[in-house]
């Protein structure tokens, strides 16, 4: 079955780094798109990233967008989120998603999610 296990998440100060990692099994990970979403404290989910399977097509959410990097390692079966000049705002559990096909389109949903990784950012 679909398994996706997120780690890399912690408390880091503002402006600081931290690269989130996602390692997937159970479907052929190259075949479809994966992406990451977040849930800040007493907040609905907000989608912050994807990929297209097997491809470098990337998307962002507006408040990440020249932050945050998505990536696919085909040859891993992971995927990461590199996450740069982090804000207060950013805090939240961040959930690894795969989506139903290789395609991505805005608003497109997810199938599947990992049980997350808490990221903390404040001074």
């Known amino acids: 079955q679909v398994q996706l296990v997120e780690s890399g998440g912690g408390l880091v100060q503002p402006g600081g780094s931290l690269r989130l990692a996602c390692a997937a099994s159970g479907f052929p990970f190259g075949k479809f798109a994966m992406g990451w979403v977040r849930q800040a404290p007493g907040n609905g989910l907000e989608w912050v990233a994807a990929i297209v399977g097997g491809g470098s097509t990337t998307f962002y959410a507006d408040s990440v967008k020249g932050r945050f990097t998505i990536a696919a390692d085909n040859a891993e079966d992971t995927l990461y989120l590199q996450m740069n000049n982090l804000e207060p705002e950013d805090t939240a559990v961040y959930y690894c998603?795969?989506?139903?096909?290789?395609?991505?389109?805005?608003?497109?949903?997810?199938?599947?999610r990992g049980q997350g990784t808490q990221v903390t950012v404040s001074s």
């Open positions: 998603t795969k989506y139903p096909s290789a395609r991505y389109s805005n608003g497109a949903f997810f199938e599947a």
